[in-house]
């Protein structure tokens, strides 16, 4: 299995603030095709989870332009360029390179 | 507007099957490309990936968990069915199930993540 580390783990951010998170996989995310099979997704408290960004950097419907995904791969980033009372939750990222699908730990973002 | 609801029991007993129904509305899973998984969270738990039904029927499960597992579809029902056996305590989870998205770039569909996720079911494994 493909193990996803994320970090940190726990993140406490400010109205107005820049947030990152890291991603880093032990194994290549990229496939034949040349995309790199890494998504984000935000589950908010006491909600499913919903995808933020998928293959590393394409946001998905309806997901506000402060949230920007990088990276190639093994190593990949999420950012909030400005961060907001409603972005609070635990952040995942999931590879879907190959299954099964593996999610890091979750990155725990509070105000 | 995709949609997807989980149903099944909220409480089973240790060695219990588990069967849960993922009913789906808004696309149909027996177009090319097409999937649907079952992911869960154990409570304090990350997420953790179960399974996931193509549209072709392939399946593909968790190593860790494939000799308690069975995903199914029923195309005419819009429904995809997760059974786990031998449940466990530590199987006490939010299960969800998830629809595998699809886009097209030029002529041929790629993955687009989970896009659309159910509302989730909670189950206790409890004597």
């Known amino acids: 299995d493909i193990v996803m580390t994320q970090s940190p783990l726990s993140l406490p951010v400010s109205p107005g603030e820049p947030a990152s998170i890291s991603c880093r996989s032990n194994q290549s995310l990229l496939h034949d095709n040349g995309y790199n099979y890494l998504d984000w997704y935000l589950q908010k408290p006491g909600k499913s989870p919903q995808l933020l960004i998928y293959l590393v950097s394409n946001r998905a419907s309806g997901v506000p332009d402060r949230f920007s995904g990088s990276g190639s791969d093994t190593d990949f980033t999420l950012k909030i360029s400005r961060v907001e009372v409603e972005d609070v939750g635990v952040y995942y990222c999931m590879q879907a390179r190959q299954t099964p699908w593996t999610f890091g730990q979750g990155t725990k973002v509070d105000i | 507007q995709i949609t997807l609801k989980e149903s099944g029991p909220t409480v089973v007993k240790p060695t219990q099957t588990l069967t849960l129904t993922c009913t789906f509305s808004g696309f149909s899973l027996s177009a090319s490309g097409m999937g649907v998984g079952w992911i869960r969270r154990p409570p304090g738990k990350a997420l953790e990936y179960l399974a996931l039904i193509f549209w072709d029927g392939d399946s593909r499960y968790n190593p860790s968990l494939k000799s308690r597992l069975t995903i199914t579809k029923d195309t005419s029902k819009n429904q995809v069915v997760l059974t786990m056996t031998n449940m466990d305590p530590l199987d006490t989870a939010t299960y969800y199930c998830?629809?595998?998205?699809?886009?097209?770039?030029?002529?041929?569909?790629?993955?687009?993540?989970?896009?659309?996720w159910g509302q989730g079911t909670t189950v206790t494994v409890s004597s």
């Open positions: 998830a629809h595998r998205g699809r886009e097209i770039r030029g002529v041929q569909y790629y993955y687009s993540g989970l896009d659309v």
